[in-house]
């Protein structure tokens, strides 16, 4: 059995705490290795030598720390397949959705290539006889990043890249259920020039997460998984006098007007609805078509599509449109809900609660599932599902379903399919959600935008990745300074005003 390890001060480090988790393949319902769970103690140890290496790195100039992320991206294409084949292994995804994963991590470490430019500050000549004004955009110090099991590579990408171009040195505490490739990242980065203790990954559970939440060297943490969790993490994060941000569960909603293009507004939903089972924040799970003709024709051409899917291993081949869950539990928690869709009168239109694949009855699959006439009091409505299940809520007009996304918890994404304007930019304009996309479905931000929810989507300031990263990551100091010195004006009493 493989034994994992930490990586911290640029070297792989065994567990001392003696706890260890399971790490499964969900295809195959095996267990492929064990993951250390850290203490205290050796979180304290990673911040010490986090701590040590910052200073060196804070002073190294900003295009030299870009050139590490530049040598960086470069290994993570000369490995992509190797990475691919490790995330898949322990996640479930297929391998082209694991190099999407990858890639839109990478996006995010080449827009850090830009940190020279995104660190200067501002600069005011003359603000008073000989003084000059000016800000600076200096590292924080020691950071965490704290991340979920569906995006093993890409999330982590989006706190550790702009952290460290900002002159930080990184703790990351990666999910336990898909650790690997966290910490290939790290030895890349090493490879790639970030000297040693720049970024570590101390692997953990509840125990590691509170370490963090309680160091007094750690400045910052960036939280991405469920919202309890979110919530928990924000408010201990921020009684410690940290900056935190946390990004929790989704509950996405896409709109279907009358005068959609039906069959792309079907192949969005297709995709959005079920791709990586589900598993994602940004998926579609409640598709809200206008009016009855909209509906009927919606599920009339969507059931088939579903029935459909091809689901199977990521070794299955290039035609596997999605694999399994990622745990055991998590199938569970799947299907109770689609049973509690049932029981609360739902239509259960496409059943996949019985799927099997031959030679991976042990594996954590599930069938696709579409419910039809789901209303809003039920629990596949007001729960995050996970899983490849989409609930159709009819609306018998604009301003109903407008309501729906708007008065749910969640607040992560949405999208409308429309061909008229004028109703396109009123909901871009009125919808309380974070990230809108108009015939997008997943409308996820590039790299040099910024990605974050509202309502219990999101906690705190600023998003992540783009400018705001930067932000997140560095702190403000603001210069006055007078030269020459010699200037004189006698002693004032009054506060200083611009006359
Ligand atoms: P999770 O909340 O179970 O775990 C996230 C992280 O928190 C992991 O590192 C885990 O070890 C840690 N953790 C778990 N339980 C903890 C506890 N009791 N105390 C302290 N730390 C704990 O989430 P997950 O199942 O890994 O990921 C799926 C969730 O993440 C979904 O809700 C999904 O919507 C959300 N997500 C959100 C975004 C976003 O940007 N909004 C992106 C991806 C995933």
């Known amino acids: 059995m493989q034994e994992l390890t930490?990586?911290?001060?640029?070297?792989?480090?065994?567990?001392?705490?003696?706890?260890?988790?399971?790490?499964?393949?969900?295809?195959?319902?095996?267990?492929?290795?064990?993951?250390?769970?850290?203490?205290?103690?050796?979180?304290?140890?990673?911040?010490?030598?986090?701590?040590?290496?910052?200073?060196?790195?804070?002073?190294?100039?900003?295009?030299?720390?870009a050139r590490v992320l530049m040598k960086f991206v470069e290994l993570?294409?000369?490995?992509?397949?190797?990475?691919?084949?490790a995330l898949s292994r322990e996640h479930g995804k297929t391998i082209p959705d694991a190099k999407g994963d990858v890639i839109r991590g990478l996006e995010v470490a080449e827009f850090c290539f830009?940190?020279?430019h995104l660190l200067k500050g501002e600069f005011t000549e003359g603000a008073g006889p000989g003084i000059d004004m000016y800000s600076l955009r200096q590292p924080l110090g020691v950071v965490a990043?704290?991340?979920?099991?569906?995006?093993?590579?890409?999330?982590?990408?989006?706190?550790?890249?702009?952290?460290?171009?900002?002159?930080?040195?990184?703790?990351?505490?990666?999910?336990?259920?898909?650790?690997?490739?966290?910490l290939m990242l790290a030895e890349l980065m090493s490879e790639a020039g970030a000297p040693d203790g720049i970024l570590n990954v101390v692997n953990g559970d509840k125990d590691a997460v509170d370490a963090i939440l309680d160091h007094p060297e750690i400045m910052a943490i960036g939280f991405v998984g469920?919202?309890?969790?979110?919530?928990?993490?924000?408010?201990?994060?921020?009684?410690?006098?940290?900056?935190?941000?946390?990004?929790g569960g989704a509950k996405n909603h896409m709109i279907i007007m009358p005068d959609a293009d039906m069959d792309q507004a079907v192949d969005a939903l297709i995709g959005a609805g079920y791709g990586a089972a589900g598993e994602r924040c940004m998926a579609i799970s409640v598709a809200v078509p206008v009016g009855e003709k909209t509906a009927d024709l919606l599920i009339e051409k969507l059931a088939p599509r579903v029935e459909a899917l091809k689901i199977g291993p990521y070794t299955g081949?290039?035609?596997?449109?999605f694999g399994p869950l990622v745990t055991k539990q998590a199938r569970d928690r799947v299907l109770g809900l689609v049973n509690s869709g049932v029981e609360q009168g739902a239509k259960l239109v496409v059943d996949g609660r019985d799927f099997k694949l031959q030679g991976y009855e042990n594996g954590n699959f599930i069938g696709g599932c579409l419910f039809d006439n789901v209303t809003r009091d039920m629990d596949i409505y007001t729960q995050e599902i996970f899983g490849p299940v989409l609930s159709v809520v009819r609306a018998p007009n604009y301003a109903e379903a407008l309501r729906y996304p708007m008065e749910h918890e969640y607040g992560n994404g949405t999208a409308i399919y429309t061909r008229d304007g004028d109703t396109a930019?009123?909901?871009?304009?009125?919808?309380?959600i974070g990230m809108v996309g108009v015939n997008v479905?997943?409308?996820v931000p590039l790299a040099y935008h910024t990605f974050g929810g509202w309502k219990k989507s999101g906690f705190g300031d600023l998003n992540q990745h783009g400018p705001d990263a930067f932000r997140f990551y560095t702190r403000t100091k603001t210069v006055t300074a007078r030269w020459p010195s010699g200037i004189k004006e006698g002693a004032e009493f009054v506060i200083p005003t611009m006359g």
């Open 6 to 65: 930490h990586y911290i001060g640029g070297q792989h480090v065994k567990g001392k705490s003696g706890r260890f988790a399971d790490v499964m393949n969900p295809a195959t319902g095996e267990v492929q290795a064990k993951v250390p769970l850290a203490s205290n103690d050796e979180m304290a140890e990673a911040v010490a030598v986090a701590a040590k290496a910052q200073v060196g790195w804070a002073a190294t100039n900003p295009q030299k720390r």
């Open 76 to 85: 993570l294409h000369r490995d992509m397949d190797k990475l691919a084949e």
């Open 114 to 116: 830009g940190a020279p």
């Open 145 to 182: 990043g704290i991340t979920p099991f569906n995006f093993p590579a890409m999330i982590p990408m989006w706190k550790f890249c702009p952290a460290i171009a900002a002159g930080n040195a990184f703790i990351l505490k990666p999910s336990e259920r898909d650790p690997s490739v966290p």
């Open 226 to 247: 469920s919202t309890p969790i979110a919530q928990y993490i924000y408010a201990r994060g921020c009684a410690n006098g940290k900056r935190v941000q946390c990004f």
């Open 317 to 321: 081949g290039d035609d596997v449109d």
């Open 425 to 432: 930019r009123d909901f871009v304009s009125r919808i309380n």
């Open 441 to 443: 479905p997943i409308p």
